[in-house]
């Protein structure tokens, strides 16, 4: 499974950007996929989640600003961000996710570097 990125860039607060990603190999069976961010100098966290039945989850600090979504056909996921604000700043990283025999398996895109001014 391969994941690439596109979009991002630099925005000012309060606007907007969005972010794709192609999935793309035969294997397994997707659960989940999304976007995951990492800031300089904290921790990668999740964003948002679009799983096979598509409900959705959201960090409580995108809630309301961002939306993920997906095209099965394409086999694509978005993210659609509104209203960024600086601490949005991060390189966000396409994400997806199936059940293995005793765990779970992520794979990662590259990642794409978003910059928000204030």
């Known amino acids: 499974v391969q994941l690439q990125a596109s979009g991002g860039g630099l925005v000012r607060a309060g606007g907007s950007l969005s972010l794709s990603c192609t999935i793309s190999?035969?294997?397994?069976?997707?659960?989940?996929m999304g976007w995951y961010r990492q800031a300089p100098g904290h921790e990668r966290e999740q964003v948002a989640l679009?799983?096979?039945?598509?409900?959705?989850t959201y960090a409580d600090s995108v809630k309301g600003r961002f939306t993920v979504s997906k095209d099965t056909a394409k086999n694509t996921v978005d993210l659609q961000m509104n209203n960024m604000q600086p601490e949005d700043t991060a390189v966000y990283y396409c994400?997806?996710?199936?059940?293995?025999?005793?765990?779970?398996?992520?794979?990662w895109g590259q990642g794409t570097l978003v910059t928000v001014s204030s």
């Open positions: 994400n997806a996710g199936h059940f293995v025999a005793g765990g779970y398996e992520n794979f």
């Open positions: 190999g035969s294997g397994p069976k997707i659960f989940a």
């Open positions: 679009i799983y096979t039945t598509g409900l959705t």
